[in-house]
């Protein structure tokens, strides 16, 4: 009976888009403009322009799978209806990978901007803010649920003031030389800019409630792209126009860094005060989403069934949130923001591979025509795939080694376990969170930054 359960179509165009817009802005831009610039120097508002390309690329053909498969799942119900079991572990593992070290740099960023105003270090900070989130998650949704929306708000003020303040004082002799690390600098800051883009794809997850999806789901996703591409813009052109761009990639807190330019410590205190609490809501949005796809993967047998464990009185999956908080904190210790960016990077690109190779398997398979299929579909899906590919490789050595890892060790788990779950019910892929979950992606508002 559950499994035929349906879910009711009530979002519009509007409320898709501020879904998407809601949970792409946050807090990844607050710590990605730093490690954007420290790559690609003045040419980081380059990078944004072509993370945006890749996303739109990327997102054509996601949007006409959504339109094939309008219901809750996102990606993951695309994979497992093309690809079968095996790849859509992977999907869910790498999905789940992607949020583990995104949320590093985030919980990283959060302790680098509650340095500057406390001076606090900046791995204390990090323990802080995830100990503080499991707190929010155990206790319960409805708490987490009230804070995400407040601090949405905040935060879309904070950035709209921010440039509209600090544009005056850009100066342009500040983007000479544009390229200072070459064409090579500028691809690595791609990748990491289209973190930033991070969320857009919650919007397809939330396809099953979604007004006449076949046309609704690629409207909203490229509104969202192109509203979230403003604000990005915005700030980078900003940030690299008031700080130098040495300085701004090496600050902990590049932001508050870049208002003390051209509002004086009173601004940048202020900055640091709105990102303290925009990257406390995105952190605690993150282990939001990682503890329900561990959990969905322990119920069904994935992980070990003991994460699958839910409070009683709140209804929390208590086990997941706190083993996802533990794995959280081993990264945010481990490793730096770059190396973060790097290896989550690379997972986020695969969790949106996979997806792809489903596309034109499912477009040989059958006749059926969608609401929506991908414009110049022989030119764009192949062009999704080549950046896909490119951004993989500009991951560097840390990101293809460090997610290579990552994905080995899940699938060597999957296929030990495989006999246990061969006695048990036949395992089925855990659906994406749903959107009152995912407010707030990684890096955007989160999906990164």
């Known amino acids: 009976m559950a499994d035929n359960a349906q879910l009711r179509r009530e979002l519009g165009l509007r409320e898709a888009v501020s879904l998407g817009v809601g949970g792409t802005i946050g807090g990844g831009i607050f710590v990605l403009v730093g490690t954007t610039v420290g790559e690609a120097g003045p040419a980081a508002p380059l990078a944004f322009v072509l993370a945006f390309a890749a996303a739109v690329l990327i997102a054509l053909p996601y949007a006409e799978l959504a339109s094939r498969f309008p219901r809750a799942g996102g990606g993951y119900a695309f994979v497992r209806a093309a690809l079968g079991p095996h790849l859509s572990f992977l999907m869910g593992w790498g999905f789940w990978g992607s949020y583990v070290f995104m949320s590093g740099f985030i919980t990283l960023g959060f302790g680098g901007y509650l ?146 330019a051209f509002a004086g410590p009173t601004g940048q205190r202020l900055v640091a005060v709105v990102a303290v609490f925009t990257t406390a809501a995105t952190s605690n949005a993150v282990l939001v989403v990682m503890s329900r796809i561990a959990f969905a993967m322990a119920r069904d047998g994935l992980l070990p069934r003991q994460l699958s464990r839910v409070g009683g009185r709140t209804g929390t999956p208590w086990a997941a949130v706190l083993f996802s908080s533990g794995v959280l904190a081993v990264v945010a210790l481990a490793v730096s923001v770059p190396v973060a960016a790097a290896i989550g990077g690379f997972l986020y690109v695969v969790h949106f591979m996979l997806p792809l190779v489903a596309l034109v398997v499912l477009r040989r398979r059958t006749q059926a025509v969608p609401g929506f299929r991908t414009p110049l579909a022989r030119v764009v899906i192949p062009l999704a795939f080549l950046i896909c590919a490119v951004f993989l490789v500009a991951s560097g050595p840390t990101g293809i080694l460090g997610a290579s890892a990552w994905l080995a060790v899940g699938f060597a788990g999957y296929l030990l376990g495989g006999r246990s779950r061969r006695r048990g019910s036949a395992p089925t892929v855990p659906a994406a969170p749903t959107p009152a979950v995912t407010a707030g992606g990684p890096a955007g508002g989160g999906t990164a930054g």
């Open 115 to 260: 340095h500057s105003l406390t001076g606090l270090p900046q791995p204390i900070g990090a323990l802080v803010v995830i100990a503080a989130s499991t707190a929010v998650n155990v206790a319960g949704m409805r708490l987490a649920g009230l804070a995400q929306s407040l601090v949405v708000g905040l935060t879309a003020v904070a950035l709209l003031g921010f440039g509209a303040v600090g544009l005056p004082h850009v100066d342009l002799d500040r983007f000479t030389p544009f390229a200072p690390h070459g064409v090579g600098g500028v691809v690595t800051a791609a990748l990491f800019a289209f973190l930033a883009y991070a969320g857009f794809d919650m919007i397809a997850a939330a396809g099953e409630e979604i007004k006449d999806p076949e046309r609704t789901l690629p409207k909203a996703i490229l509104l969202t792209l192109l509203a979230v591409l403003g604000v990005y813009l915005l700030i980078s052109v900003v940030s690299v126009g008031v700080v130098s761009a040495g300085t701004l990639g090496h600050s902990p807190a590049p932001l508050a860094t870049a208002a003390e």
